[in-house]
């Protein structure tokens, strides 16, 4: 698990491995948070295209979602994810289901890192 932080983008990058499971998932968030460069509100991709989630339940996506309410006013109202295989791009979006009822905001998810940060600069609110 790695964080990047681009200053002059303002745009964090987590790269959140080979992780499978939904523990993994929050530590990656926890790691975001903890990352000395990274301030709230800052636009965030995470990168889960190297991750296995077949094992991933609906309860397991329902408690991340659970577990971001108290973090919400961190994050900005803009979060990409970038995805490689079919079933994780499937879970991302029933993620983004549960994650709406609990705290509105805008995901979008990619299969290619450089396009959801084309997104971001192209889409940089002020």
Request: proline content about 3%; overall charge negative; some cysteine.
């Amino acid at each position: 698990m790695d964080v990047q932080i681009d200053r002059e983008s303002a745009i964090a990058l987590v790269d959140v491995g080979e992780a499978s499971s939904a523990a993994e998932i929050i530590k990656a968030v926890e790691a975001l948070f903890a990352h000395p460069g990274f301030v709230d509100g800052m636009d965030t991709i995470f990168d889960y295209s190297r991750c296995d989630f077949s094992k991933v339940s609906a309860e397991d996506l329902k408690s991340i979602a659970r577990f971001l309410v108290p973090h919400l006013p961190r994050f900005a109202n803009r979060v990409n994810l970038v995805v490689e295989r079919d079933l994780e791009y499937g879970l991302a979006r029933m993620y983004g289901v549960f994650a709406e009822e609990i705290a509105p905001s805008e995901r979008r998810i990619f299969r290619d890192i450089d396009a959801a940060r084309e997104w971001f600069l192209s889409n940089k609110q002020t």
